[in-house]
């Protein structure tokens, strides 16, 4: 079986597009927002050129099918696993949050938790050991160390379903 074909285009100011074609010579495409979105699209298979359906769908949508595609302990969002039963994970912060603007401190995740947040990324910047004084914005993603446990209890402080 030869290798899928997958074709990443540059969309300036949207994001990236990405164009598959599959062994029995169905085109998908993918468009990668900027704001995380994506953007699923089918195309006819008498007409490859003529899209059949289109879905759009949330960062967290697209994560959750991801992990629909791929076995769980594969998940997209899953760093590293250790033999001291240690997860790291990451956890968006939606534009929507209670917590868009807040301090971290205030959410009390590390106390409430054991969780640690050991890095956050912000557009194309990444901030190492945020203070508890570190403000959060929406669309930041939060580097979660902890239990499995503790790790989930901080996505559901966070907000993430």
Not at 91 to 101: F, H, K, L, Q, Y
């Amino acid at each position: 079986m030869s290798a899928p074909r997958l074709r990443a285009t540059p969309l300036p100011g949207i994001g990236v597009q990405y164009d598959l074609v599959t062994r029995e010579d169905r085109h998908l495409s993918v468009v990668a927002h900027r704001d995380g979105a994506r953007t699923v699209s089918v195309y006819r298979a008498d007409d490859p050129d003529s899209c059949a359906q289109s879905t759009r769908l949330t960062g967290a949508e697209a994560g959750a099918l991801i992990d629909a595609l791929k076995p769980s302990h594969h998940s997209a969002s899953l760093l590293y696993t250790t033999d001291l039963g240690l997860v790291a994970e990451r956890i968006e912060v939606a534009a929507t949050s209670r917590w868009n603007g807040l301090v971290l401190g205030e959410t009390r995740m590390r106390t409430d938790t054991g969780a640690s947040v050991v890095a956050v990324l912000r557009r194309a910047e990444a901030i190492p050991s945020p203070a508890p004084d570190f403000r959060l914005a929406g669309g930041d993603t939060l580097i979660v160390i902890g239990t499995r446990e503790g790790v989930d209890a901080a996505a559901a402080i966070l907000g993430r379903e």
